[in-house]
């Protein structure tokens, strides 16, 4: 098991900044990538950036140059950093761990930017 814990989700006015954190506990063991998603609400969970363990990030389109993921391997922790943010960055972010065998999820922080 793999258990993932969300934090520092909250309201934000358009162009500021905040930082998602994700606890990652449990059998961290081969682990292959880690991300983070989002869910706009009565839409799908899209990708908003992934990390491969020893690789390089990647994003989408949408956040490119204001979102940076990064991972801290003492610390077991995953960060998205969010900047110049945007109210269609409006969501429930979640993060993710996914090995070969299987993915984990975290339960969610909102994060609601105002206009």
């Known amino acids: 098991q793999v258990q993932l814990v969300e934090s520092g989700g909250g309201l934000v006015q358009a162009g500021g900044s905040l930082r998602l954190s994700c606890a990652v506990s449990?059998?961290?063991?081969?682990?292959?990538?880690m991300g983070w998603y989002r869910r706009v609400p009565g839409k799908q969970r899209e990708l908003v950036a992934t990390?491969?363990?020893?690789?390089?990030?990647k994003y989408a389109d949408s956040v490119k140059g204001r979102f940076t993921i990064s991972r801290d391997y003492v610390k077991n922790t995953v960060t998205l950093r969010m900047n110049s943010l945007k109210p269609e960055d409006t969501a429930v972010y979640y993060c993710?761990?996914?090995?070969?065998?299987?993915?984990?999820w975290g339960q969610g922080t909102q994060v609601t930017v105002s206009s």
């Open positions: 993710n761990a996914d090995k070969y065998t299987t993915t984990y």
């Open positions: 449990g059998n961290i063991f081969s682990i292959k990538a």
């Open positions: 990390i491969p363990t020893g690789g390089s990030a």
